[in-house]
């Protein structure tokens, strides 16, 4: 199980990306501060850390330039509120990995994540998740039902996959606007019905199963 180190002193943030981590099968250790974040990082106990930019004691900029002069080469995903062209060229030419700006969909920091923690090439990690009927290519970002393609919004792709992750396992809605929508979603909203009655209309009626009270499962459905 991968282990991911969280640098970000807004604790709210903090645990929202922890709490997603943890759900999507990674083990996490948080930090609010940069010197705290260097120490860690340089431990080598890590295989990749989320670095916001603006930590106390010591800056995300400082943390990767420090930890890139002493060659650790944690891959990491840097995090800032800042939108500016020339903060994200400097952290991508210091040596992160990739950038994110807040405010940002959990999907997002999500997916660049599993890229980045994704084996090299030679690595024998599929790029087509199936079940029963039911393919997606996280490539092409196509779903295939039998033989026949079906297109996804990049919302219907992120639920999809989320339900093809965990087959058979019953996902609440908080875990699934959680992971989707991200932390400055509205929890209160049903946006998550709407987007099965999506997926019900495109993959098949009998694909997702109701859990009352609870959720929604993924099931081989009819076809």
């Keep these: 199980m991968s282990k991911i180190l969280i640098a970000e002193d807004e604790e709210r943030i903090a645990q929202f990306v922890a709490k997603g981590l ?40 400082t943390v990767l330039r420090v930890l890139r002069t002493l060659e650790h080469d944690i891959p990491i995903i840097m995090v800032t509120a800042r939108d500016a062209v020339t ?19 959990f999907e997002e920091l999500l997916a660049r994540v599993r890229t980045r923690l994704r084996p090299r090439a030679g690595g024998s ?13 996280l490539t092409t ?14 919302r219907e792709f992120s639920m999809v996959r989320e339900f093809l ?19 400055d ?4 909203s049903n946006v998550v019905d709407v987007y099965i009655r999506y997926l019900r209309n495109k993959l098949g009626s009998e694909r997702f199963d109701t859990v009352r009270g609870v959720g929604y499962r993924l099931t081989e459905g009819s076809g």
């Design 22 to 61: 943890k759900a999507a099968g990674y083990q996490t250790h948080v930090v609010g501060d940069g010197v705290s974040a260097l120490e860690h990082a340089s431990s080598g106990d890590y295989d990749l850390m989320v670095l916001d930019v603006g930590m106390p004691k010591m800056d995300g900029f």
């Design 87 to 105: 903060d994200t060229v400097a952290g991508l030419e210091g040596g992160a990995d990739d950038y994110l700006t807040k405010p940002f969909k």
């Design 125 to 137: 990690e599929s790029t087509v998740l199936r079940h029963g009927d039911l393919s997606l290519d």
């Design 141 to 154: 970002r196509i779903a295939t039902v039998g033989s026949k393609e079906v297109d996804l919004s990049p």
């Design 165 to 183: 992750e965990h087959p058979g396992q019953v996902l609440s809605r908080e875990q699934l606007l959680s992971r989707v929508w991200g932390y």
């Design 185 to 188: 979603f509205d929890g209160a």
